[in-house]
């Protein structure tokens, strides 16, 4: 038997972590116990897979207590500590890393110690440090009406008489705040609006976006940033106003905190591959771009997680843009961020794109799509996020293996399937049904033509030419491209 809790929390530190822990540990002030730094040092050894015999809570208690007969109650309260202790060093850790929430502790440290002058005296050095900053985002604005708060209900200070200058400010950085806030939040639901159904959701209207939002903050060029991204979910842009866009986002990231790159990364991302869905070429590079650009700052992951959908993104529209080398380099070094109970499926997927979108002109094309095959086959059909791409990819693996092969009645059976499936399913977004629906009967077709030994012409022509006008409708570069197969 293992301690769970305890492996995984040890399992998910890094090296350099584990050092420190060690150190932190050490100290007589962070922890007065033996036994527990004990236990850290042996489990240790076995960092990071913790899968050893060696850790079943057996060989623990011989390594704490040697000689003497195994009790487990005797366990319970060093494993309780160390894992007490080493959430309170990754509390520190995390701290390190938020000089705006060391800055408040610290007021509120002297708040009872000092009088209001040399709080105020602290307060101004702090806004003063933070005005310095070139970009400004909401959680800057908060930071400062923070500040203006403390000063404002100091209790040294009559509410009433003297410290009316302070109000201004806070009704300028809460305005600031709810603003970029509420625009962050607006963009955020345009851009989900595009995958799920959620109609039912308040949006931020255009003319607050253009209007209100460039009063407040005229200078403020990350609200230029929000503004593309706004203005990107009501038309598509040009491709001269995306790639501006992106120089903008690169020349701000070094300025920006932690949380708003993300955010704004992944915004600019999911923007791009809307309009690669709806067939617009050029964002299959920007995709690329977007996500080379993340890789190299660092941003693939969210709290030191992959996402599912960030990883099957990049294996999928990376290999379309024709990044392989790129997409097998993500695929060895960040599957281990996987969530564990969809690592397998995720892996195997992104496998199966990577072999499928190089098999095109291959010279062993037929052992390619093969081995697109056998990593499908290794994933069941679980939820929404790794179902739409298993399916649409199964779909057209059928259609290049089974049609050249004459079996013609697998790749329609699972052509029927996929259909059902996507009628029946309440999820996804009316316009994405609607697009997936007509890839899959727009492929039945083509399947129908392509099984015929003569193939008429005319009835050929026809399809290239419903291909090519039917809205909306995914993959249609792929169609047209087995149209011309045909011909």
Not at 352 to 361: E, M, P, R
Not at 380 to 408: C, T
């Amino acid at each position: 038997m293992r301690t769970p809790e305890l492996m995984q929390l040890v399992s998910l530190m890094s090296k350099s972590e584990m050092r420190r822990a060690d150190q932190f540990l050490q100290s007589p002030y962070h922890n007065n116990s033996e036994l527990v730094l004990k236990l850290f040092q042996y489990i240790r050894k076995y960092h990071p897979k913790m899968d050893s015999y060696r850790l079943h809570k057996e060989h623990i208690f011989d390594h704490l207590y040697p000689g003497e007969k195994f009790d487990e109650r005797r366990l319970k309260n060093p494993i309780f500590l160390l894992k007490r202790s080493l959430e309170e060093f990754l509390k520190i850790e995390q701290l390190k890393k938020e000089e705006a929430m060391q800055n408040r502790l610290l007021i509120n440290a002297y708040y009872e110690k000092c009088d209001y002058d040399e709080i105020e005296k602290m307060i101004v050095d702090c806004v003063a440090d933070r005005e310095k900053q070139p970009i400004r985002d909401a959680n800057y604005y908060q930071e400062m009406l923070w500040l203006q708060e403390e000063l404002y209900y100091h209790p040294n200070q009559g509410k009433y008489l003297n410290n009316q200058q302070y109000f201004p400010f806070m009704v300028h950085y809460l305005d600031q705040f709810y603003a970029l806030s509420k625009l962050r939040f607006a963009t955020e639901m345009n851009v989900r609006k595009g995958v799920v159904n959620e109609d039912d959701l308040p949006l931020l209207d255009e003319s607050i976006v253009t209007k209100q939002l460039k009063r407040l903050a005229a200078n403020n060029r990350l609200i230029d940033l929000y503004c593309y991204l706004f203005q990107f979910q009501l038309e598509i842009p040009s491709s001269e106003e995306f790639r501006s866009s992106i120089a903008l986002l690169t020349e701000l990231l070094p300025q920006m905190g932690e949380k708003e790159k993300s955010y704004i990364l992944s915004c600019l991302i999911s923007t791009a591959i809307r309009y690669h869905h709806k067939g617009k070429s050029e964002y299959t590079a920007f995709v690329a771009q977007l996500y080379k650009l993340a890789d190299e700052k660092n941003l693939l992951l969210y709290r030191g997680k992959m996402q599912a959908t960030t990883f099957l993104n990049i294996a999928i529209l990376c290999s379309a843009a024709k990044e392989f080398a790129f997409v097998e380099n993500i695929i060895s070094r960040y599957q281990q961020y996987l969530a564990p109970e969809e690592k397998q499926e995720v892996i195997h997927l992104s496998w199966g794109y990577w072999y499928y979108l190089q098999s095109g002109n291959h010279p062993k094309k037929k052992t390619m799509l093969q081995k697109a095959q056998y990593h499908l086959s290794q994933i069941p059909y679980s939820g929404l996020v790794v179902d739409l791409r298993l399916r649409s990819l199964q779909l057209r693996v059928f259609y290049d293996l089974e049609i050249s092969n004459g079996n013609e009645s697998v790749f329609s059976h699972f052509a029927d399937a996929f259909e059902k499936w996507l009628v029946r399913n309440p999820i996804l977004a009316n316009q994405r049904t609607a697009a997936y629906l007509n890839f899959v009967r727009l492929t039945k077709q083509l399947g129908k033509i392509a099984i015929l030994a003569i193939i008429d012409k005319d009835d050929l022509q026809q399809l290239e030419k419903k291909i090519s006008t039917q809205e909306p409708l995914i993959l249609r570069n792929w169609l047209l491209e087995k149209v011309e197969e045909l011909q």
